[in-house]
């Protein structure tokens, strides 16, 4: 990660919490903690966060604004997927469901320099993250980078991607094989690749989709 500035800038003072979500945000940190996604931090850097509640309006989700670090990190330049180039063969299929890949960015492991810039406060403590966080400038491009490192050898013009994404039944024309193909695809042992049965649900037809917007 390339910053333009020699010294970090000046911390923010940590924003205020509300006492309602103070509990659930000490177990989450605890559990960040646990898991060793994040450490204590004695880092110069340290971005303010938020906690905003998720759409059930029980749990909760960490937010740290990362405008200050951005705006000194030096952009990585990297092809991103054209969404006119994964939609070229899908033109036959009526229904389409999406994967979510869990917490994706914690699969980058960062750097001692990386992490001492990722620190951000609460009135709890100072932390910094030992992987990749959401929010940091250059995480998009890194995370599409190691899944293209990942995927090379199935991405390949003559098919390579197309028969993979056939035998994990991604995309059906019968909403009861798309469901049942996404779960026991994801299944496959050497697919590596672990489906949530309890959040699958029924994916809603296109025309729906398009009627809705």
């Known amino acids: 990660m390339m910053i333009a500035s020699g010294n970090a800038l000046p911390p923010p003072a940590a924003r205020r919490t509300s006492l309602r979500v103070l509990e659930k945000l000490y177990e989450l940190l605890k559990g960040l903690l646990r898991a060793r996604l994040i450490t204590v931090s004695d880092s110069p850097w340290a971005s303010p966060s938020v906690i905003v509640l998720k759409n059930n309006g029980v749990d909760i989700r960490l937010c740290i604004d990362y405008k200050r670090v951005n ?39 960062m ?22 966080p959401f929010g940091l400038k250059n995480a998009p491009m890194i995370r599409q980078r190691m899944m293209d490192n990942a995927l090379w050898g199935f991405v390949q013009p003559k098919g390579g991607w197309k028969d993979y994404s056939e035998r994990m039944q991604a995309a059906e024309k019968d909403v009861e094989r798309n469901k049942t193909g996404v779960i026991e695809g994801s299944a496959r ?13 029924y994916p809603d037809p296109v025309s729906e989709l398009v009627n809705s917007s």
């Open 111 to 132: 750097t001692e320099r990386a992490r001492n810039v990722s620190a951000f406060l609460f009135a709890l403590k100072h932390f910094e993250w030992r992987r990749m």
């Open 71 to 109: 705006a000194v990190t030096t952009i990585m330049e990297y092809a991103m997927p054209l969404v006119d180039d994964l939609l070229t063969d899908m033109e036959t299929y009526l229904w389409f469901c999406s994967r979510d890949a869990a917490s994706g960015f914690w699969a980058v492991m």
């Open 189 to 201: 042992p050497r697919s590596k690749f672990e489906a949530d049965r309890e959040s699958a649900s």
